[in-house]
Structures are given as structure tokens and as C-alpha cells.
Nanobody
Framework: QVQLVESGGGLVQAGGSLRLSCAAS????????MGWFRQAPGKEREFVAT????????YYADSVKGRFTISRDNAKNTVYLQMNSLKPEDTGVYYC?????????????????WGQGTQVTVSS
């Protein structure tokens, strides 16, 4: 069982940066693929980024490619999302998720473990 806790959200001006962290409990964290998703008000939850268990494979939504970077530190049981050049359309609740199969995946239904989310607000 993996429990996930996100942190690092907040209010930032357009063009600014934030780094989100997701701390995981459990010894099996290092074998899980991890993903970041976000949900804007009135919209469905959408894929942002994913990383394989080893960190060797990463994928990004087209809307964040070149601006966001996902990484992980298996020794610290933590996955990160570095967000640069933020835009107002990046506003939403950001969720961390884990998939026991270990392979980076963009499909929301592959993820069986979810955190509570952290709010990111980008002002124009």
C-alpha cells in the first residue's frame, strides 16, 4: 500500500515557478510509476507528467512540455514536479498518483493510489 502527500502548491504570478513534491509512504515506492495530474474548476482531471520506477522514462502533456520537469528520488520516497514559465491556464489542483506496474503511463485509470492534491494558482 502506498500513501501519497503532495506539497508545494501556492499562488504565483504568470512566468513564475513552483516545485511540487509528493512524499510516499511504503517500502514499495521505488517500484511504482508515478504521475502528476491536474484538475481545473469545472473540468475533468487531466494528465500532466509521468515517470517510470527507475526514472528512465518520462512523458509530458503537450501543454506543459518544455516547461515542466518530473523527477524522483527513490531514496527519499519522493517525486517532484518542477514547473517553470507558469501560465494562468496551469491553475488547478495538482494530484500525485502511483501505479504498481512501474511503467510510465499517461492513462488515468492505470493509477490506483492518489494523494489529496495541492492547489496551484497562477495569476495574470
Amino acid at each position: 500500500q502506498v500513501q501519497l502527500v503532495e506539497s508545494g502548491g501556492g499562488l504565483v504570478q504568470a512566468g513564475g515557478s513552483l516545485r511540487l513534491s509528493c512524499a510516499a509512504s511504503g517500502r514499495t515506492f521505488k517500484s511504482y510509476a508515478m504521475g502528476w495530474f491536474r484538475q481545473a474548476p469545472g473540468k475533468e482531471r487531466e494528465f500532466v507528467a509521468t515517470i517510470s520506477w527507475s526514472g528512465g522514462n518520462t512523458y509530458y502533456a503537450d501543454s506543459v512540455k518544455g516547461r515542466f520537469t518530473i523527477s524522483r528520488d527513490n531514496a527519499k520516497n519522493t517525486v517532484y514536479l518542477q514547473m517553470n514559465s507558469l501560465k494562468p491556464e496551469d491553475t488547478g489542483v495538482y494530484y500525485c498518483a502511483a501505479d504498481w506496474r512501474g511503467f510510465a503511463t499517461t492513462r488515468i485509470n492505470d493509477y490506483g493510489h492518489w494523494g489529496q492534491g495541492t492547489q496551484v494558482t497562477v495569476s495574470s
